[in-house]
């Protein structure tokens, strides 16, 4: 079932929307939507009040840690952490109370993917992938979408895709095999992906259809794609085009960040009727379920 997923980005302390493809070292060259004058605390709150689960935190950079500190604070085992997460202090974030880390850049060492390090932070872990979301933020290049590390700026060696001519004990047999299938590969050591199309980040100018559809077709997992997110009808298009397998996030469009296309109050609404729709579906099947077992037991 799609849901709106909100987030909170983090960017030297402060909540900030920023256009994702201007994130470097150089300051000079970042463009910002909105600074908020609130912390992430309260953002934390405002996501537990209206119990807005799945949730993501992301560090852009240094500064951050207190700023994230006091959003778990506020909603203990409820948000997903992300931003320079390694195998050193995964599990201290998650001690710390995060539901769930988010890697990428330890992920791609010198930007090539590394299996010894997705062994090493599930390791870390305890084995349990339900506390482990793999983030595929990804770049456009020709008809491929490769995945970006480092503020996404560094393209990897790694395309975002689904090829199933390899098998998954293939791979993992010869770790030095190219990667052809990123979504068959990591689906068994994570529980959620993560995917901003970083091309698309912070501009408001509509998500990236074929990405949103292709992750549908992709994953068995939980999917939440950002990037791009406009207005409450983008959220209708991500059901239809993923047939309700993937979530989206809006940041800079929302008006809790100084944005104009959607109020956060609709986002929640809109949330509230996919689980009224989705339970009434589920009514109806176990009344038709019913009914099959009565008559069966009749005949």
Sequence with gaps: MTKFRPCIDLHAGQVKQIVGGTLSEKLSELQTNHVSQHSAGYFAKLYR??????????MLGAGNEEAVKEALDVW?????IGGGITDVNALQWINWGADKVIVTSYLFP????????LHSITKVLGGDSSKLVVDLSCRKQENKWIVAMNKWQTLTDTEVNQSWQYEYHTLLLSPAYPVLDTIKLLEPWCCEFLIHAADNEGLQRGIDEQLVKSLSQWCSIPVTYAGGGRNLED????????????????GSALDIFGGKG??????????????????????????RSRFYLDSSSRT
């Design 262 to 287: 959607v109020q956060f109050e609709d986002c929640i609404a809109w949330n509230m009727k996919q689980e009224i729709g989705s339970s009434r579906q589920q009514w109806h099947l176990d009344l």
């Design 76 to 80: 203990p085992g409820g948000l997903q």
């Design 235 to 250: 959220l209708d298009k991500v059901k239809e085009l993923s047939e309700g397998r993937v979530n989206l996030t809006i």
């Design 110 to 117: 010198d930007a090539k993917f590394s299996l010894d390090r």
């Design 49 to 58: 009040d209206n119990a807005l689960t799945g949730a993501h935190v992301i």
